[in-house]
């Protein structure tokens, strides 16, 4: 991985001409790849500085966008790879997405909600603001536009502003949002896990489906993508299978029962 010489910030990054932001974004995030999924010392160390490029790089896809300089639809992901010349990895994306919510995203009082000296300090690892990124991702679904100002936001604020074992702190809030408590560590109290079915994982879809029109671009075309993947597996089966349990359903939905109880037809008394 070519050697970083300067941590940049935010706004040098912004202050770049697309073309160099551009060549500077597949120096750090894309041509190290590989490396990344290794997570040597080395390289999540520059994952920070990735994260922050990509988040620049967030911004001008929405000023384009809002310029109509390119398609009102472009999915970031496409927009990145047109421009960077390769994949976006996750997590250089979770990290970006965290930049921006954290650092470019304001309180009350018109303050960022962390400083970005916080986000680059080498006292700041990459695995807390890992941990940072699920308990924002968590809040933002369940508490919605007030997610900035719930107890775990807060909380996780908190941890990564003041003094402490911020890592265990972090640990704590998240397990609280998923419900973990300390009895849930005693076998005897522990809380069943839910097997995830085929039916239960297309209810899942199912649901999401419904409410792609309140996701943003990347998201419904991520969505597009998983219901593609779908159809291409289940195309991939023997025809003489898929057609005899399409036939099935069909005549389910004809008769208008539930799908998975069988039409015969009535025996003559």
């Excluded at 809002?66 to 047109?82: L, M, S």
């Excluded at 209810?203 to 409410?211: C, G, N, V």
């Amino acid at each position: 991985m070519p050697k970083i010489e300067k941590k940049l910030t935010f706004t040098e990054y912004t202050a770049m001409k697309a073309a160099d932001l551009f060549k500077r974004v597949a120096e750090v995030a894309v041509k190290p790849v590989e490396a990344l999924n290794k997570a040597t010392d080395k390289v999540v160390s520059n994952l920070k500085d990735a994260a922050k490029a990509v988040a620049a790089m967030k911004r001008l896809h929405n000023e384009r966008i809002n310029a109509r300089d390119i398609p009102g639809d472009t999915p970031f992901k496409k927009y990145f790879k047109d421009n960077v010349g390769g994949d976006l990895p996750g997590r250089v994306e979770a990290l970006a997405s965290l930049f921006n919510a954290l650092v470019l995203t304001l309180d009350a009082n018109g303050k960022p909600l962390i400083a970005e000296e916080i986000y680059d300090d080498d006292g700041t690892p990459v695995d807390w603001l890992e941990k940072a990124s699920a308990i924002v991702n968590a809040a933002r679904e369940k508490h919605g536009e007030q997610w900035k100002t719930c107890d775990e936001i807060l909380d996780m604020v908190n941890a990564l502003t003041k003094p402490g074992d911020a890592g265990k702190k972090l640990k704590e809030v998240r397990e609280r949002q998923k419900g973990i408590t300390e009895d849930d560590e005693d076998e005897s109290t522990a809380k069943p896990v839910v097997a995830i079915t085929p039916a239960l994982a297309a209810e899942y879809l199912i649901a999401a489906i419904k409410q792609a029109k309140e996701k943003n671009a990347d998201e419904q075309y991520e969505l597009c993508c998983s219901v593609w993947n779908i159809n291409n597996a289940w195309a991939e089966l023997p025809e003489k299978l898929t057609k005899a349990l399409d036939a099935k359903y069909q005549k389910a939905a004809a008769q208008g029962v539930a799908p998975h109880v069988s039409v015969v037809p009535a025996v003559a008394a």
